[in-house]
T-cell receptor
Framework: DAGVIQSPRHEVTEMGQEVTLRCKPI?????LFWYRQTMMRGLELLIY????????DSGMPEDRFSAKMPNASFSTLKIQPSEPRDSAVYFC???????????FGSGTRLTVV | AQKVTQAQTEISVVEKEDVTLDCVYE???????LFWYKQPPSGELVFLIR??????QNEISGRYSWNFQKSTSSFNFTITASQVVDSAVYFC???????????FGTGTRLQVFP
């Protein structure tokens, strides 16, 4: 299996631009998670889906952030408009069963200038 | 409160030394799950182990071992005969029966010098 695939690996954008991060979970996994990692806040859960349905989005910072999972093999995290404080590494993870070890993607390093 | 504390921010050792990374958790749930992840310099997060709250058996995997003690709410990780390749940030994490959320500690950066 190719694992969790995230794209792009790196993204540099100007403040105010729209940014879309993409994730392909492991085939057959039914839960998908978006995490953000920063030096100040560590690893924080933004949102997670179970069977393509958003279950908990309480970690989404504000309305500028939105996430979708139109099918079992694809999810997006969108930031519009982006701000410099959104600069971070964004990880996508998937799991098959609750409380199994989550498999993380390689992350997207986002820099907003 | 549900929380994971990794009090050691950074540890430096010389190769072949044994090193223990501490993890203390807080929860009132009786069913919960504990994890360790490794984040090497390349940045990915690698799953190492998962334990459930009903299984206090210690586990050994090669040079890695884990000590789970409910009495002290700790889930410590020991690397025996450390190697330079063990240099990474190690995260302890906690999850619960009724949620898929994974709560991470702040991580411990381990540097192993040759």
């Amino acid at each position: 299996d190719a694992g969790v695939i995230q794209s792009p690996r790196h993204e540099v954008t100007e403040m105010g631009q729209e940014v879309t991060l993409r994730c392909k979970p492991i085939s057959g996994h039914n839960s998908l998670f978006w995490y953000r990692q920063t030096m100040m806040r560590g690893l924080e859960l933004l949102i997670y889906f179970n069977n393509n349905v958003p279950i908990d989005d309480s970690g989404m910072p504000e309305d500028r952030f939105s996430a979708k999972m139109p099918n079992a093999s694809f999810s997006t995290l969108k930031i519009q408009p982006s701000e410099p404080r959104d600069s971070a590494v964004y990880f996508c993870a998937s799991s098959l069963e609750r409380r199994d070890g989550y498999t993380f993607g390689s992350g997207t390093r986002l820099t907003v200038v | 409160a549900q929380k994971v504390t990794q009090a050691q921010t950074e540890i430096s050792v010389v190769e072949k030394e044994d090193v223990t990374l501490d993890c203390v958790y807080e929860t009132r749930d009786t069913t919960y799950y504990l994890f360790w992840y490794k984040q090497p310099p390349s940045g990915e997060l690698v799953f190492l182990i998962r334990r459930n709250s009903f299984d206090e058996q210690n586990e050994i995997s090669g040079r890695y071992s884990w000590n789970f003690q409910k009495s002290t709410s700790s889930f410590n990780f020991t690397i025996t005969a450390s190697q330079v390749v063990d240099s990474a940030v190690y995260f302890c994490a906690l999850s619960f029966y009724n949620t898929d959320k994974l709560i991470f500690g702040t991580g411990t950066r381990l540097q192993v010098f040759p």
